[in-house]
């Protein structure tokens, strides 16, 4: 028997942020960063260890969101844009600092960096990174799930079923588009749980999905397994639970790796460090300073005095936390084992994009992970998928409500920064549900409408523009994000409501949100 098992599962989202109407706009660049320094450098690891025949087990969750924008034409050519200014300014940084022993390397690798991804991006994958991950997925190595359509916060909407129920029949049918089978797992946004929302989910079937920690040790009735062990709702939808310990060692600020002194400090930017008129041409951000990618410094420490960035230095740490992560999980399943009758279960879901934006040796310490874990006897490497079908029986419980926010329920979502936002979200679902109950079988134009109006609906019900308003960053952005949505719904339902057609307005409406093109405004009926 296995001492124990580990499932790494990696949350991939961004919020929709394409804005064709402008030549370059900011918010753009989150994917083009989230490309260059995670998905590609993934799924550059993951050739790596195929090649090898190193066996490795992952589950990814790609939001339907961040699949929408993957596999846009316009938002494509505009990445190929993006590198090709990177790559440009690589050049001008290697005769700035070429001859520097410790600057010099990082210019020439951030240079090798952009060069690798521009050659996967155009030529490799040629522009298709969603069937990149899908060779994978079909080859048993990835384990691809899907999550609420626009990462809504679900527990808000906990009084609304048609508004949960239309967030995940559309991103299942977005799933299905990408990648051609339904998804076993549903990734809950910010690990949300209520009470009840196990019923909308068994009702799509999804034979799984995630919970935050004290939510599921709170669970009615308590876990005897802890976290060591899924549990299942009366219905059959299994649930797991995050590992606390395993979540500490990666995840903390004050503790986790990615703040070690040897490892590339993500806030020294030459974008800030050098003259604007040198840096600026290079970001297309006007006067305003942003973040370029290229950072030479390590993170010594708290003290504004940074050493040089040692590449080789990093990667050998890297190697170091991936054994002790290893290590250390090995020795709590040990443990654990003593009062279970199966072995214990670690679960450790982060977002992916900490791993090479946030935390630039991230995937080096995902690959060192899986080459350990290979080579070492001790835990065994799974997907949830696989862990379901390996132990389909768990003990019966119900977790309490429950988030991964700060304060571990929804205040994150629910402050006098954001709450405005949902006394229109409300009233645009309940005219939502309201159209959809006067027009339910309608086709050609009015059903492109109607669909249009669907589309609003769900972006105005997605939690990164409450994120990012308590936050205070791009605040403007995620404002109009929601005041564009319910304007655009709000002129959908007076256009059907006086029975008038703006034919030109919906056809460019249309083509600048243009997710979920198979979208069906009928979800949003009345559950009988």
């Excluded at 064709?20 to 989230?34: I, Q, T």
């Excluded at 249009?452 to 605040?475: I, N, P, T, Y």
Aim: proline share 6%.
């Amino acid at each position: 028997m296995e001492p124990g098992y580990l499932a790494l599962v990696l949350n991939a989202h961004l919020p929709f942020v394409r804005q064709p109407e402008y030549p370059h706009f900011l918010e753009e660049k989150w994917l083009f960063e989230a490309l260059s320094e995670t998905y590609l450098p993934l799924l550059r690891l993951f050739r790596r260890l195929e090649a090898e025949e190193i066996p490795f087990r992952l589950t990814i969750n790609l939001s339907p969101t961040l699949c929408s924008m993957l596999g846009d034409a316009v938002l494509g050519e505009r990445y190929l844009g993006y590198l090709d200014g990177q790559l440009a300014l690589a050049r001008r940084e290697v005769e700035r600092v070429g001859s520097d022993p410790a600057f010099g390397p990082l210019a020439r690798l951030y240079g090798e960096l952009y060069l690798s991804d521009r050659d996967d991006f155009a030529v490799l994958y040629e522009r298709d990174i969603l069937a990149a991950f899908d060779y994978f997925y079909k080859k048993g190595k990835l384990e691809l799930i899907t999550s609420a359509a626009t990462h809504s916060f679900l527990p808000i909407y906990r009084d609304s079923r048609e508004a949960v129920s239309a967030q995940i029949e559309t991103a299942l049918v977005a799933h299905r588009r990408a990648f051609g089978k339904h998804p076993s797992g549903f990734w809950l946004p910010h690990l949300g749980w209520y009470p009840g929302i196990e019923e909308v989910l068994h009702a799509y079937n999804i034979q799984y999905s995630i919970v935050a920690t004290r939510g599921g040790l709170l669970g009615d009735p308590i876990p005897k397994a802890g976290s060591f062990a899924p549990v299942q709702c009366p219905n059959g939808l299994t649930i797991f639970i995050r590992d606390a310990a395993a979540t500490e060692a990666v995840w903390s600020e004050d503790s986790g790796y990615p703040g070690d002194p040897l490892y590339r400090d993500f806030y020294r930017d030459i974008g800030f460090d050098l003259p604007l008129d040198y840096v600026g041409p290079y970001m297309d951000a006007g006067s305003t300073r942003i973040f370029s990618g290229f950072k030479y410094w390590a993170v010594t420490g708290k003290t504004a005095d940074k050493k040089p960035y040692d590449r080789k230095a990093a990667l050998a740490r890297a190697d170091e936390h991936a054994a002790s992560f290893l290590a250390d999980r090995l020795a709590m399943a040990k443990d654990a084992a003593l009062c279970m009758d199966r072995p214990p279960l670690m679960v450790a879901p982060y977002d992916a994009e900490l791993f090479g934006h946030w935390w630039f040796e991230g995937p080096a310490w995902i690959e060192a992970l899986f080459r350990r874990a290979a080579r070492e006897p001790g835990l065994k490497l799974i997907t949830l998928g696989e862990y379901c079908r390996a132990y389909p029986e768990n003990q019966v419980s119900v977790p309490e409500f429950s988030s991964w926010g700060d304060g571990g329920y929804a205040e994150v979502w629910i402050d006098g920064a954001n709450d405005w936002i949902y006394r229109h979200a409300f009233k645009s679902v309940d005219r939502m549900i309201e159209l959809s109950e006067r027009f339910p079988d309608e086709s050609g134009l009015r059903e492109r409408i109607l669909n249009q109006a669907a589309r609003e609906v769900l972006l105005a019900m997605g939690s990164d523009w409450a994120l990012l308003l308590r936050a205070g960053k791009s605040a403007s952005f995620a404002r109009r994000q929601v005041e564009d949505a319910v304007t655009n719904f709000n002129k959908i339902y007076e256009m059907l409501s006086s029975n008038t057609v703006g034919t030109e307005w919906i056809t460019k409406l249309e083509k600048r949100n243009n997710l979920f093109p198979e979208i069906n405004y009928r979800m949003f009926r009345k559950k009988r």
